[in-house]
């Protein structure tokens, strides 16, 4: 276990479900972080949230809603996603937003859109 | 278009052997790059590097930027099978705290 801890594992889920994706993390870090990694693409940021304020948004599409009620919590929330959108989705924490703290990742959720 | 290029893209190796892991990179405004270990999902932090020339080291593993070249390595000696895995180079440009991954490369370490 890395510290951070994300649920669920896998979701398998229809072209018109919404769902959410949760990250939490008990390290004490103010910053949280959602990566997508698809197959065979780099690593691709989508969301930073540092202090509970939204400081980032990589021209993520309007499917994807990020939410980040507390430092200790953040979710995705999904709907009406694409199959497109099936990848590895990575939390990550940091003390603070920069890499000078680094980053705890935790083990992802693997999102299949049928 | 801002880019972290990694090579090779997959490599395999006997146990014992020494590997030269390559990043390049092409970022506006860098600020510092980093190496992740990534193994089954979650990726695990290895180093970060902001200045040229400092070799940085943890164990069998050492790692070197130069920022003259716009490259970094990643060396691991006498490896081992616990060492296969995807290893991923990353850059942080100082603007916007943006971060460009490169697709990593696959390290194999048979027996």
């Known amino acids: 276990e890395t510290g951070v801890t994300q649920t669920p594992r896998h979701l398998v889920m229809g072209m018109t479900n919404k769902k959410s994706l949760k990250c939490e993390q008990h390290?004490?870090?103010?910053?949280m972080y959602w990566y997508k990694q698809s197959a065979k693409k780099p690593l691709e940021l989508m969301f930073v949230?540092?202090?509970?304020?939204?400081?980032e948004n990589n021209s993520v599409p309007s499917r994807f809603s990020p939410e980040c009620p507390n430092s200790s919590h953040l979710f995705l929330h999904l709907h009406t996603l694409q199959p497109e959108d099936s990848a590895l989705y990575l939390c990550?924490?940091?003390?603070?937003?920069?890499?000078?703290?680094?980053?705890?990742f935790g083990s992802g959720t693997r999102l299949t859109v049928v | 278009e801002d880019k972290v290029v990694q090579s090779p893209l997959s490599l395999v190796v006997h146990e014992g052997d020494t590997v030269t892991l390559n990043c390049s990179y092409e970022?506006?405004?860098?600020?510092?790059l980093l190496w992740y270990k990534q193994e089954k999902k979650a990726p695990t932090f290895l180093f970060m590097l902001?200045?040229?020339?400092i070799e940085k080291k943890s164990g069998r593993l050492s790692s070197i930027l130069d920022k003259k070249e716009l490259f970094s390595i990643l060396n691991i000696t006498a490896t081992q099978t616990g060492d296969s895995a995807v290893y991923l180079c990353?850059?942080?440009?100082?603007?916007?705290?943006?971060?460009?991954f490169g697709t990593g490369t696959s390290l194999t370490v048979i027996p």
């Open positions: 990550a924490s940091s003390l603070r937003q920069g890499s000078d703290y680094g980053y705890t």
């Open positions: 390290l004490g870090h103010n910053a």
């Open positions: 949230y540092n202090f509970k304020e939204q400081t």
């Open positions: 970022v506006t405004n860098f600020r510092s």
């Open positions: 902001t200045s040229s020339g």
């Open positions: 990353a850059v942080e440009a100082s603007s916007g705290n943006q971060f460009y």
